[in-house]
């Protein structure tokens, strides 16, 4: 397999196209939006130069990695030759399924159909699709370039060979995957994203701040990085979202978005990426906020 298709150019499609074009496949990066594929490009380019830097790889397989990248405004052109299409566009249901509608016409039989999804289920966005069986969840994790996990994603239909096939690729990009069965929040975020919706409970609750609930889980649990401000990366409308496709699917309370979480999305505070959540990232604060990740 050389071939691969990444749709969306946003936080995880760049990291995703990277990460397959530092591994020598050749990448479509395709987006509704040439403002977003030029951004897309320019973080790529940025995060490569980063890594020059600390020479974890040379200025040739830089440039290499950027000259296997192309990139397309219409599915159907950024398609053709796919023989893997990664689907890596905003978590919206009815958004996944007109663009899985789509793939199922304009791909060859034989593309494997995959989807970064967070939470929605593999098996209703397989349905939608004439080859149920060659739809597969690839869950990737956030920055897609250093993370090493993939969560493999069975739909109900999904083939032995295509899971194979997937396990397979995610190990030649120097990813570990991990085969889970398609149930809501799959694995990762039915255990992550309860722990961050209390965290964010607790805050509303007045228990502490900001920076003394990422504090107790940082030093007291060794979390890398406090849960609220890992909800700021993530983002906040996509951890409303997982979460609202775990209450629905679960039908139980326990996985209710706290009311604080829905405030904040409704006016906007989506974290990192609307430039504020539970920290500020204005320019002038971005560079103190992003580097408290690393303390
Ligand atoms: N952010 C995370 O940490 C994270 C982690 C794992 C998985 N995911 C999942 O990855 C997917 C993408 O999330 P993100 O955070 O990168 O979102 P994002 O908002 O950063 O990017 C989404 C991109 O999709 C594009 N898009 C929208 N409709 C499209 C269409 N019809 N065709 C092509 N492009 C289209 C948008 O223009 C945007 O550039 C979601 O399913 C999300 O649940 C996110």
Same mark, same amino acid.
């Given at each position: 397999?050389?071939?691969?298709?990444?749709?969306?150019?946003?936080?995880?499609?760049?990291?995703?196209?990277?990460?397959?074009? *530092?591994? =020598?496949?050749?990448?479509?990066?395709?987006?509704?939006?040439? *403002?977003?594929?030029?951004? =897309?490009?320019?973080?790529?380019?940025?995060?490569?130069?980063?890594?020059?830097?600390?020479?974890?790889? @040379?200025?040739?397989?830089?440039?290499? @990695?950027?000259?296997?990248? /192309?990139?397309?405004?219409?599915?159907?052109?950024?398609?053709?030759?796919?023989?893997?299409?990664?689907?890596?566009?905003?978590?919206?249901?009815?958004?996944?399924?007109?663009?899985?509608?789509?793939?199922?016409?304009?791909?060859?039989?034989?593309?494997?159909?995959?989807?970064? &999804?967070?939470?929605?289920?593999? @098996?209703?966005?397989?349905?939608?699709?004439?080859?149920?069986?060659?739809?597969?969840?690839?869950?990737?994790?956030?920055?897609?370039?250093?993370?090493?996990?993939?969560?493999?994603?069975?739909?109900?239909? &999904? $083939?032995?060979?295509? @899971?194979? /096939?997937?396990?397979?690729?995610?190990?030649?990009?120097?990813?570990?995957?991990?085969?889970?069965?398609?149930?809501?929040?799959?694995?990762?975020?039915?255990?992550?994203?309860?722990?961050?919706?209390?965290?964010?409970?607790?805050?509303?609750?007045?228990?502490?701040?900001? *920076?003394?609930?990422?504090?107790?889980?940082?030093? +007291?649990?060794?979390?890398?990085? =406090?849960?609220?401000?890992?909800?700021?990366?993530?983002?906040?409308?996509?951890?409303? $979202?997982?979460?609202?496709?775990?209450?629905?699917?679960?039908?139980?309370?326990?996985?209710?978005?706290?009311?604080?979480?829905?405030?904040?999305?409704?006016?906007?505070?989506? +974290?990192?990426?609307?430039?504020?959540?539970?920290?500020?990232?204005?320019? $002038?604060?971005?560079?103190?906020?992003?580097?408290?990740?690393? *303390?």
């Amino acid at each position: 397999m050389k071939n691969i298709a990444v749709i969306g150019a946003g936080t995880m499609g760049n990291g995703i196209a990277h990460t397959f074009a *530092q591994k =020598g496949f050749k990448v479509q990066l395709i987006d509704i939006s040439q *403002q977003a594929l030029d951004k =897309g490009l320019a973080t790529i380019g940025k995060n490569l130069d980063r890594m020059v830097a600390k020479e974890k790889i @040379t200025e040739a397989d830089k440039n290499s @990695t950027l000259e296997n990248i /192309t990139t397309a405004t219409s599915l159907k052109e950024g398609v053709e030759y796919a023989e893997l299409v990664v689907e890596a566009a905003t978590e919206n249901i009815d958004l996944k399924l007109k663009i899985f509608e789509d793939l199922s016409e304009l791909c060859s039989e034989e593309t494997i159909l995959a989807t970064n &999804t967070s939470s929605i289920s593999i @098996t209703q966005i397989a349905a939608v699709t004439v080859r149920p069986e060659r739809v597969i969840g690839m869950h990737f994790m956030n920055p897609v370039p250093i993370m090493k996990l993939v969560e493999i994603i069975r739909g109900y239909n &999904t $083939s032995d060979e295509v @899971t194979k /096939t997937i396990m397979d690729i995610s190990k030649q990009l120097g990813k570990i995957p991990t085969e889970v069965n398609d149930y809501p929040g799959f694995v990762a975020n039915r255990i992550l994203m309860p722990m961050i919706n209390e965290s964010i409970e607790t805050l509303y609750n007045g228990v502490a701040g900001v *920076q003394e609930i990422d504090t107790v889980m940082k030093l +007291g649990m060794a979390h890398p990085m =406090g849960p609220l401000q890992l909800a700021d990366f993530i983002g906040l409308d996509v951890c409303l $979202s997982i979460l609202n496709v775990m209450y629905d699917g679960f039908k139980n309370p326990k996985y209710a978005p706290c009311p604080l979480l829905v405030n904040m999305v409704m006016a906007g505070k989506l +974290g990192v990426k609307s430039g504020e959540g539970f920290y500020d990232y204005s320019e $002038s604060r971005k560079a103190e906020n992003v580097a408290k990740q690393f *303390q």
